[in-house]
Every structure is written in C-alpha cells, then in structure tokens.
C-alpha cells in the first residue's frame, strides 16, 4: 500500500483543517489506518486511528472531542478533521496502515506515506 496524504496547511488558532490520506493497493481496506504527527524538536507520536471497517477509533488524549478520524474503502481515503487548532498542533502530520487492521497505537505501522504540514499561529 502506497500513501498519499494532502490537506495541511497554515491556519489561525481555533480554525480547522481536513487532512486526507489517499491510498493505492488492494490491501487499503482491510488496513487499519492511523495518523501521526511530529512537531518541531519532538518525537513523532500517535495522534488517531480507525480500524478496518471503520468502526473502532483511538484517539490521543490531545485531541479527543477536536478531532475525527474516518475513513471510505470505497474511495481508499482516510480522513482527519481537526477542529479547534491550537499552537501546539503544529507538526507535520504523516498517515500509516497496519496490517491487522486495528485502530490501536501501538499495532505496528508497516506503511507510510509522506507528511503534509499542519501550521497554527496563534
């Protein structure tokens, strides 16, 4: 499975950004998908993920009730809303699949794709 993920982008305190991950390969829909993040001088660190069917989610402490993580197997896409930015949301955001096909942050993420930047200014 190959990953593309778009969306990023500078935006102000409180706005929202949708990021989305589009995959190619048969195996995208019975992946479990996640998104990352890494911020400038931190570690990369989970931030939210879904399972195959799309009917489990994990979310990071940081983020619960901002943002939302979905996904369309018919479309091969992930997606992550993210609602009411804060500073500390910058990072460059990167999407991953296990194959498993669990939500949960510690599966192992054999796939990647490229980061996309997430700025908030405050």
């Known amino acids: 499975v190959q990953l593309q993920a778009s969306g990023g982008g500078l935006v102000q305190a409180g706005g929202s950004l949708r990021l989305s991950c589009a995959a190619s390969g048969r195996s995208f829909s019975s992946s479990g998908m996640a998104w990352f993040r890494q911020g400038p001088g931190k570690e990369r660190e989970f931030v939210a993920g879904?399972?195959?069917?799309?009917?489990?989610?994990y979310y990071a402490d940081s983020v619960k009730g901002r943002f939302t993580i979905s996904r369309d197997n018919v479309k091969n896409t992930v997606y992550l809303q993210m609602n009411s930015l804060k500073p500390e949301d910058t990072a460059v955001y990167y999407c991953a699949g296990n194959k498993l096909g669990t939500a949960l942050p510690g599966s192992l993420y054999s796939y990647w794709g490229r980061g996309t930047q997430v700025t908030v200014s405050s």
């Open positions: 879904i399972n195959w069917s799309g009917g489990s989610e």
